[in-house]
């Protein structure tokens, strides 16, 4: 059974920087062949994505994180991180790590961002 676990957040102020980590541990397929994803979820607002990276490291990004934010992946450490620079007000939300190929989720991390 595959287990995602979030850290790295807290308070930070705009144009601040965080950086996420995601390990994931269980049974499973390898993890260097999953497909991995941040996503995030403000209060009010479905869960987005952020950015995902596959098991080529191929990138995809939401345009709004589009310069500002980096996803990679550690497959020797199982474990995927995104960079958050030049962090925004608007990107306060609970960020979320998947496996995409399991579709199983952390159980997020916490990102606030003040003005």
């Known amino acids: 059974q595959v287990q995602l676990v979030e850290s790295g957040g807290g308070l930070v102020q705009a144009g601040g920087s965080l950086r996420l980590s995601c390990a994931r541990s269980g049974s499973g397929s390898l993890f260097s062949i999953n497909a991995m994803g941040w996503y995030r979820q403000a209060p009010g607002k479905p869960r987005e994505m952020v950015a995902l990276i596959s098991s080529g490291s191929s990138t995809n990004y939401a345009d709004s994180v589009k310069g500002r934010f980096t996803i990679s992946r550690d497959n020797a450490k199982n474990t995927v991180y995104l960079q958050m620079n030049n962090l925004k007000p608007e990107d306060t939300a609970v960020y979320y790590c998947?496996?995409?190929?399991?579709?199983?989720w952390g159980q997020g991390t916490q990102v606030t961002v003040s003005s």
């Open positions: 998947r496996d995409i190929r399991y579709s199983v």
